[in-house]
């Protein structure tokens, strides 16, 4: 089993296009308005902790477009594979009911997650696996899963119009209250 946990919904559509891979896709989306406002901050460089070079704050309108552009290729790219192969994930539902939904997953990838399900359910930090670059996270020794709804208070009501306005209607789509 190989996961490929980029945001380039391209590669899915590649290997959908290949025969003989029983290619699954999870569409993991999260409330944009949360990924605008992580965007927001300045990371400085440090390549201990996975960061390569500074990271400088990016504008909600351009965190908006780039939001929007990569769940719309996402959105066709899982209409191009059969649907019993397609999962859509809320980041939301998976760390408000992460056991729940974590056996919904395991039963699509057909995959025994119970240790996982056990680690979460004792409140017990998961163990970062092997990953390549890109992410933070794969400098991390482990992770835990928390609800992060930061963005309603750090974002302006400006901002958060802003985001609507462009994206409204497919966050809307994907369950969100805009």
């Known amino acids: 089993m190989i996961v490929d946990s980029s ?3 391209v590669r899915a559509y590649a290997l959908a296009q290949m025969p003989g891979i029983d ?5 993991l989306v999260r409330d944009g308005r949360g990924v605008a406002c992580s965007l927001k901050k300045r990371v400085i ?8 070079a500074d990271e400088f704050p990016r504008a909600v309108w351009r965190s908006a477009i780039t939001w929007g552009g990569y769940n719309l290729l996402a959105n066709w790219v899982c209409r191009q594979v059969p649907k019993q192969n397609v999962f859509f994930l809320r980041y939301e539902d998976l760390v408000c009911d992460t056991c ?10 057909e995959c025994d997650f119970s240790q ?4 979460v359910q004792l409140n017990q930090p998961l163990k970062v696996g092997c990953t390549f670059g890109g992410n933070r996270m794969r400098m991390k020794d482990d992770i835990t899963l928390r609800y992060d709804e ?8 400006r901002e958060r119009r802003l985001f609507l ?3 409204g209607g497919l966050m809307r789509g994907y369950g969100y209250k805009a």
């Open 7 to 9: 945001c380039m919904p």
């Open 23 to 27: 290619l699954r896709v999870i569409h």
């Open 45 to 52: 460089a440090n390549p201990k902790a996975g960061v390569g």
């Open 100 to 109: 729940s939904t974590l056996r919904h997953l395991a039963s699509f990838l």
């Open 116 to 119: 996982v399900i056990q680690h």
């Open 150 to 157: 930061d963005w309603s208070r750090l974002l302006s009501h």
């Open 165 to 167: 306005s462009l994206c």
